[in-house]
């Protein structure tokens, strides 16, 4: 693509164009941009030594330029979107397994990263900017793409991240409390990601959980919708059975009863699996060939990930919301032999609002809860903990800042068919603190841990 928002990508030839986001106004980098070989500017003022072209609004010109240029071939794909506040990444990291394995072509672009084939590139938000989207979308294109899956964030929904695309089958997680820093309000948190559902084409599936209480503001008249519930709907969830290596359920659709096994944990994930099976299925694909995948399908990195420690079970997990930290310790309370211990930070710079309630969450559920710093960003860790410590009213709990400290101890206090859930960062490799983004991994940290224990006991 030829034409960027960025002035470090330039190369020699290509168009720059200035836009202003919330933190960055790219007229700024205009003159970096020329510098770099930039033949031609598209900016809001001024005029430079190189092709000027001034226009009342550079992203919406951005917009147009990509829709007009590219949707053509991407329009040849199947797009898969998915919104809710969690269960995304997971329900289209299934996705993506399934229709590759079952020879679909296909690429996932999400809170993880951007894949396809052997490629595997991280990226800094989990629905990209439209410039970097499109650019994307066209690489999968290029590359023999049938089908593209992908997170729809409400910031995208909001920021029109995905102007001009449209979806070939659709679906909604559930709706919790976050991102109300941006927002506001749950009411406009929520009208953001309703805007997927009227950005349908073709078969306009519509896969929606029906056991949210917000399910039936998803339900468009124009779509095929298929609900998703233990109670009511389209897809019945019957018989479930959790243990820490994987989840049996039973469920109803069209009058025929499915036996089902999983190798993901969580009362969850029985909803995730489903949404993938119903939207693949919508698009035509039979439900046995899909199950009959199962035993090949794994989850996310970083997503309920186990390790196993003695006759202990460590599961490093990305949950940072109130209601995703409530089904992490939920799901492990189903199947625990002996106590729980949680770790959990809450992001600086980030919704405070949810601090007190994650805090509450963690005591009310595990036996001893460790609270630590978690991406601090520019944020002082004292007034996060204090945030944290409000909602906090038992005195099963320590307060250790050091992550890596606190998962050592966390460790340390392991007996006998324990559970450590360490919550919060999940896949990431990397720790915010000020401006400076270091390496770190909770699950390096306890994999370096265990295996020192070992060395030390031989």
């Known amino acids: ?55 009342a609004d550079t992203r919406k010109y951005l917009e147009e330029y990509l829709y007009n240029t590219y949707y053509n071939d991407i329009s040849k794909m199947k797009l898969i979107g998915v919104t809710g506040t969690n269960g995304k990444t997971t329900t289209c990291f299934l996705i993506y397994q399934m229709l590759n394995d079952l020879g679909y072509k296909t690429a996932y672009i999400g809170t993880i990263g951007f894949y396809y084939s052997n490629v595997k590139r991280e990226l800094n938000n989990t629905t990209p900017d439209i410039d970097l989207l499109y650019e994307m979308l066209i690489e999968a294109y290029e590359n023999n793409c049938k089908y593209i899956v992908m997170e729809v964030s409400s910031h995208a929904l909001a920021l029109e991240r995905i102007y001009g695309l449209k979806y070939d089958a659709v679906a909604f997680t559930n709706l919790t409390r976050d991102h109300l820093d941006f927002h506001k309000t749950m009411e406009e948190y929520k009208k953001a990601k309703m805007k997927l559902f009227s950005l349908t084409r073709n078969e306009k599936i519509a896969v929606i959980n029906g056991d949210d209480e917000n399910y039936e503001s998803f339900i468009n ?16 969830i019957n018989h479930m059975n959790f243990t820490n290596l994987g989840t049996d359920f039973s469920f109803s659709y069209n009058k025929e009863l499915y036996h089902n096994h999983i190798n993901m944990v969580g009362r969850y994930n029985i909803y995730n699996y489903l949404t993938s099976l119903m939207i693949l299925n919508g698009l035509g694909i039979n439900i ?36 995703a930290m409530e089904n992490v310790l939920k799901t492990a309370l189903e199947f625990r032999k002996g ?45 996060i903990m204090k945030d944290i410590l409000e909602g906090v ?23 006998e068919n324990d559970i450590l859930l360490i919550l919060g960062k999940g896949h990431e490799d990397y720790q915010i603190i000020g401006k400076e983004k270091i390496h770190f991994s909770d699950k390096e940290i306890v994999l370096e841990n265990i295996k020192e224990r070992m060395v030390v006991n031989e």
């Open 1 to 55: 693509m030829k034409i960027k928002t960025d002035s470090r990508k330039i190369e020699k030839g290509d168009t720059f164009i200035a836009i202003r986001n919330v933190n960055r106004d790219g007229h700024d980098y205009i003159l970096d941009a020329i510098d770099r070989g930039a033949k031609k500017i598209i900016c809001e003022k001024g005029q430079y030594d190189v092709e000027t072209v001034v226009v």
């Open 221 to 236: 008249k124009d779509n095929h919708n298929i609900i998703i519930s233990n109670k009511h709907g389209d897809v019945l």
């Open 288 to 323: 046995n060939k899909i199950l009959d995948l199962n035993e090949k399908l794994s989850p996310p990195p970083g997503r309920m990930e186990m390790i196993k420690y003695g006759t202990n079970s460590i599961f490093v997990d990305y949950a940072h919301t109130p209601d």
């Open 339 to 383: 106590k729980i211990i949680t770790i959990i930070g809450c992001g600086g710079d980030r919704d405070r609002t949810k601090r007190p309630i994650m805090g509450h969450i963690a005591e009310e559920y595990s036996n001893l809860a460790i609270y630590t710093n978690d991406n601090p960003r520019c944020e002082d860790p004292n007034n």
């Open 393 to 415: 009213k038992k005195d099963n709990h320590l307060v250790i800042f050091n992550r890596k400290d606190a998962i050592i101890k966390g460790i340390d206090l392991l007996e």
